[in-house]
């Protein structure tokens, strides 16, 4: 395991091992040993600032990338001005590829202030060719690129790039390794991702996921559940078990294993008081996984299912193989067996072919549903998906009228779920002091509402009992008894 070994103790003069994560560990040593040089060369310590864009993936990759730094000798910060600045990127929609070019243009600026700084790019954006060209083109100041599945390999690839003077870009096709036991540091103290599986097979025709992340992997479930274990032991008390979808969890393992199955697992872990899971694909959630969520004390009442669309053809076209009526049905199930677990979903907008009846049909599930909460998206055409070849893309017109539509109805049905809870005394999860009133905190309850409550710093990470006296929409105002 990672903690166990002295990073000083490797022997640098001796060929780099061929087996990971050896080889990763001597490669932190390495860039250790260099980061070591330059700090005492400048007389302060090197700071590195990692920024992360999309998705819960891409916040525990994030995770991983600090880890190394870490290791690697830099201190970290959250400010841009740092000698090491690395972007983790998303390419769900366009719209968070234009941020990263935003960005980028400003940090062209720092570098030319600070020559010395080191530009780092990584994540689901630099698994796209595209990309790639117009950097090497118009982004000649990045100094490290490298995409989803190498990034396994930072180390290595930050070491290359320290002793180079050139830009170093390494981006793989795809992969078939995990690689277990790598230095992660972690944001919360109490709380944490655990990724249970990588890649995608579902191939929805609107999604770049599944090119940019690959296919589908699990990791094994002995693995995970150490994973869980030794943060347990670390004081994490919640967890979230990230997949693109994670209800086909296993399925492709040597020893087959379903979902349901690892969460009985993690139940019986001790310490670990809460579990949540990221993402549901409605067409693999089983009954066996509805029992173990019912049966569960410490599985949240939470569930994220994105519906995408309400309406059958629309939904067909998308390849999401289930009907209106079979995710209505499903919702009903959940509802019946687990009243009070929070529904959320992911809407898209403006799909190719989609007319005002679809959107209708749309907000008609959404009515039946009564979701918590729901994330809309307008549809954003990407390159190499079958979507983004389909003859009749909808007028924008169109779109902005279905999209305000649905947002309205959206807001109504969650504000009046969350209504339902006034009154009520429930556990909250203390995360963090808020942002806006220092005298109050931010906890969160199982069914992910957001409560404020007065409290101090010394509540964080733990769970206490608030009773929720005024809804504000989607949070609460409380106060702890
Ligand atoms: N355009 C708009 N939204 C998209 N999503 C995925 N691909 C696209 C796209 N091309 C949304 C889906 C998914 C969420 C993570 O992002 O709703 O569930
Ligand atoms: Fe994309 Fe569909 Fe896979 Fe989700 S399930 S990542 S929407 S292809």
Not at 169 to 178: F, L, N, S
Not at 290 to 318: D, F, Y
Request: some cysteine.
């Amino acid at each position: 395991m990672y903690n166990e070994i002295d990073l000083d103790k490797i022997d640098l003069s001796s060929e780099p091992p061929r087996e990971e994560p050896a080889r990763q560990y001597y490669y932190m040593a390495k860039c250790r040993r260099h980061v070591k040089a330059e700090s005492e060369r400048l007389g302060r310590p090197l700071f590195a600032a990692v920024r992360t864009f999309g998705c819960q993936m891409n916040a525990r990759d994030s995770e991983k990338l600090a880890g190394i730094l870490e290791s690697a000798g830099y201190m970290e910060t959250d400010r841009e001005e740092a000698d090491l600045v690395i972007y983790n990127t998303c390419t769900v929609r366009d719209n968070a590829n234009q941020r990263v070019y935003g960005r980028l243009g400003v940090l062209n600026g720092l570098k030319k202030k600070n020559p010395h700084m080191k530009i780092v790019l990584c994540g689901c954006m630099m698994q796209e060719q595209s990309v790639i060209e117009k950097i090497r083109k118009s982004y000649r100041f990045v100094d490290l690129i490298f995409g989803t599945h190498n990034i396994f390999k930072f180390a290595e690839l930050l070491f290359a790039m320290l002793e180079s003077d050139r830009p170093v870009i390494d981006i793989w096709e795809g992969t078939d390794q995990i690689v277990e036991d790598l230095p992660i540091e972690r944001k919360y103290p109490f709380k944490s991702g655990i990724n249970i599986m990588f890649g995608c097979n579902n191939f929805c025709s609107y999604c770049i996921v599944p090119y940019v992340r690959g296919r589908e992997r699990s990791r094994a479930p002995q693995d995970i559940l150490n994973e869980i274990k030794k943060l347990a032991g670390d004081g994490v008390i919640e967890i979230m078990l990230l997949g693109q979808n994670v209800n086909s969890y296993g399925k492709n393992l040597e020893n087959p294993i379903s979902f349901a199955q690892l969460l009985k697992e993690v139940e019986k872990i001790e310490g670990i008081e809460r579990i949540r899971f990221m993402t549901s694909h409605p067409k693999d959630l089983s009954d066996e996984l509805i029992q173990v969520m019912k049966e569960s004390k410490k599985i949240c009442r939470h569930l994220h299912l994105p519906l995408q669309s309400g309406s059958t053809p629309i939904l067909q076209a998308m390849n999401r193989r289930y009907t209106k009526e079979q995710y209505l049905a499903l919702a009903e199930k959940i509802r019946r067996e687990i009243p009070d677990m929070a529904i959320t979903t992911d809407i898209i907008v403006g799909f190719p072919g989609e007319t005002m009846e679809d959107i209708e049909e749309t907000i008609d599930v959404v009515k039946k549903v009564q979701y918590d909460n729901a994330f809309t998206f307008i549809y954003s055409k990407r390159t190499g998906t079958p979507a983004a070849s389909m003859p009749n893309q909808v007028p924008e017109d169109v779109v902005k009228k279905g999209f305000d539509k649905l947002l309205k109805t959206v807001q109504e049905t969650a504000k009046a779920r969350t209504a339902l809870l006034r009154g009520r005394i429930l556990p909250a999860l203390v995360e963090e002091i808020n942002a806006q009133d220092d005298t109050l905190v931010t906890g969160r309850l199982s069914n992910n509402t957001i409560v404020h409550f007065p409290g101090e710093a010394s509540l964080i990470g733990k769970i206490v009992n608030v009773r929720l006296k005024e809804c504000h929409g989607f949070y609460y105002l409380g106060e702890r008894v």
